[in-house]
Each structure stands twice: as structure tokens, then as C-alpha cells.
């Protein structure tokens, strides 16, 4: 009889010799964790840059107590648990920034300090660290601040300009002022109209992470270009949108806005090429991408234009996030070969 991993060698398996089966690709590009987190800070510096450019020392503020605080929670949770200290990967780091641009930049510190413990201890170090969380920890924290804090999540300052001399003033987010407008009066506000240059290049209210489409371009680009993203989940998604919302659009467009709105407005930029591309919590197939992406998508509008809320980036990526081992699942490539058969009594 025949002797292998595979077949039965004296009524048992040798484990040891046994062949994992995963996913392509197989090949590694020799990238370690670091440098694919350092990769992606990088990325996000040109969004802080204009964050910190339009809203002045307190969105400086923001992003330095976020960081900072992820880091030191993360060492400490390590340390608590027993585990290698860990902090040079650059996770925790990664994970302050995309919080700080998940935040309103006038955050009190407070606010920030919560966010990031929210992040790292239950949206990360509960799960067993890095790898594996099922959920992105930075929109964990988002979430359950938006939900425990409303008020302090949702007040929003126009961009007052460094250098400028302008003091910050409340305003509302351009979704916020569309939802406000449709839920009042059943058409849109006269305030969209014209502003779509203005919201591309990041000048206007929002979060930190929010006001620059053009920022989040470059940062995509270069993380395209180091081959740290892929195609699959961005493309589906802002795609969905277009087609989705432009859908509405066509069917009411005195109601809904246009596809070009969507696209420049809130997270959605941020979200498709940085939250959900998290190789943690997107699926590892390609088919399984692709429909991680679509029902993103479909989530994002239809919370947009349905919900209470006037965003759903956060909410349609943590959704699909919980349906990502369903997507696995069901997306498995077919295996070919031989299948092991069950030993019984020690023959085969």
C-alpha cells in the first residue's frame, strides 16, 4: 500500500507531512508587515497633510493623541496578555490614523484617548491581536463613539484655512445639509449645486478623512503602485455607487444627488481604499472580493439615501466584514487531486 501524508501509514496520518491548502497567491513578493504598514501610512500622510492644512492645530492634535494612544493601549494590552511586545510593526500606528480620520477635527482629547482603546483593546487585542480581528478596528471605534456620543461625533466646523485668520465656525457636512434638506422640504438643497470642485480638493466640513478625494487619490495610487492593494474591492465599490445612486438619481434627481456627490462626499474614498481593503477583514479570494466590494456598495447608498444617518461607509464595511467568512466559505476555489480517506482500524 502506498505511503504518504495522504494515505494511511499504520491506522494513522503523518500530520506533520501534511499540505496546507489556502488560497492563491502561493508565491510571496517578500513584503513583511511592516513594510506594508509603513507602506500605507505613507499613503495617508498627503490626507493629514490637507486635514491638518484646512483645520489647524486641533486636527494636529487629533491625529497625534490617536496614534499615540493606540500605540501605548496596544503595548499594554500586550503586556497584560503575555504577548511579544509588538509595537514596531506599525499596526497600532496605522490603526491611530485611520481612527483620527474617522474623527470630526474639533474631538475633545478625551474623545480621541476613548477611541483608541475602543480600537485596540476590543476591536483588536480581544481577537487575539493582529490577523486576527474580524472587524476593522478603527471603524469599531468610530462606531461605537457615533452611537455613545452623537453629539460630540456629529459637530461639524468649517474649513478655516492656516494662514487664513478665520476662526472655526459650526457648520454642517454637504451630506448633512442634504439630508437635512430632503427630509424637510423633499428636495435637495441649493447648496450642492456648484460645489463639487471644492469638495474634490477637500474644502469643506466633515472628518478628517473626509475632505480630500484627491489626497485619498494620490495615497491609492501609491499604494497601487506598491502593490499593497488590488483592484478588486475599490473598483467594485465606488462602482456600485455609481451605478446604484446614479440609478436614483436618473429615477428622482431632485431628491437624490448625483453620482459625482457621492463619490466626493463623506468616507466613501477613505473607506473603499484604505478600510476596506484590510487583508484581515476582506475575503481572500478573488470572486469573494469582488462581492465584498459590491456589498459595500450597496449598503453605503442605501444607508445614505434610506437611514438615519446621512454616511454609511463605516456601517456597510463592518457589515460586510461579518460576512466575510460566509464569503469564504462559499467562494472556495474547487479542489483538484487526491482526498484523504478515513482510516478505519488501521487500513486503508
Not at 224 to 231: E, G, L, M
Request: overall charge positive; proline content about 7%.
Amino acid at each position: 500500500m502506498p505511503k504518504g501524508p495522504f494515505w494511511p501509514n499504520e491506522g494513522r496520518f503523518d500530520v506533520e507531512k501534511q499540505l496546507y491548502l489556502s488560497s492563491s497567491p502561493h508565491i510571496s513578493e517578500g513584503q513583511t508587515t511592516d513594510q506594508i504598514m509603513r507602506a500605507v501610512i505613507y499613503a495617508l500622510l498627503p490626507a493629514c497633510a490637507v486635514a491638518i492644512y484646512f483645520f489647524g492645530m486641533s486636527a494636529l492634535a487629533v491625529l497625534l493623541i490617536c496614534t499615540l494612544g493606540c500605540v501605548a493601549v496596544e503595548a499594554v494590552c500586550q503586556r497584560i496578555m503575555g504577548r511579544p511586545l509588538a509595537i514596531g510593526d506599525g499596526s497600532a500606528a496605522l490603526t491611530g490614523i485611520l481612527l483620527a480620520l474617522n474623527l470630526p477635527p474639533t474631538s475633545p482629547w478625551w474623545l480621541a484617548l476613548l477611541g483608541a482603546v475602543v480600537a485596540i483593546a476590543i476591536g483588536k487585542q480581544v481577537y487575539g491581536g493582529l490577523g486576527s480581528n474580524p472587524f476593522n478596528p478603527a471603524l469599531v471605534a468610530r462606531v461605537v463613539l457615533l452611537i455613545s456620543f452623537p453629539v460630540q461625533m456629529t459637530t461639524w466646523t468649517a474649513p478655516a484655512p492656516l494662514g487664513s485668520g478665520l476662526d472655526a465656525v459650526t457648520t454642517a457636512t454637504p451630506l448633512g445639509d442634504w439630508k437635512t434638506a430632503v427630509m424637510l422640504t423633499g428636495k435637495l438643497p441649493e447648496t450642492m449645486h456648484g460645489g463639487l470642485g471644492s469638495y474634490f480638493v477637500g474644502n469643506m466640513a466633515g472628518c478628517l478623512g473626509e475632505v480630500s478625494a484627491l489626497a485619498l487619490l494620490l495615497g491609492a495610487a501609491y499604494l497601487f503602485w506598491k502593490r499593497i492593494i488590488t483592484w478588486h474591492v475599490p473598483v467594485t465599490y465606488l462602482g456600485t455607487v455609481v451605478l446604484l445612486g446614479g440609478l436614483f438619481w436618473i429615477i428622482n434627481p431632485a431628491r437624490y444627488p448625483d453620482p459625482l456627490f457621492h463619490l466626493v462626499t463623506g468616507g466613501l474614498m477613505l473607506g473603499a481604499f484604505f478600510m476596506a481593503t484590510d487583508m484581515v477583514t476582506s475575503p481572500v479570494t478573488t470572486k469573494g472580493l469582488l462581492i465584498f466590494g459590491c456589498g459595500c456598495g450597496v449598503l453605503t447608498v442605501l444607508i445614505r439615501l434610506f437611514g438615519g444617518y446621512p454616511e454609511g461607509v463605516s456601517f456597510a464595511i463592518l457589515l460586510m466584514n461579518a460576512a466575510t467568512p460566509l464569503i469564504d466559505r462559499y467562494t472556495r476555489p474547487r479542489k483538484f487531486g487526491l482526498v484523504a480517506p478515513q482510516a478505519e482500524g488501521g487500513k486503508g
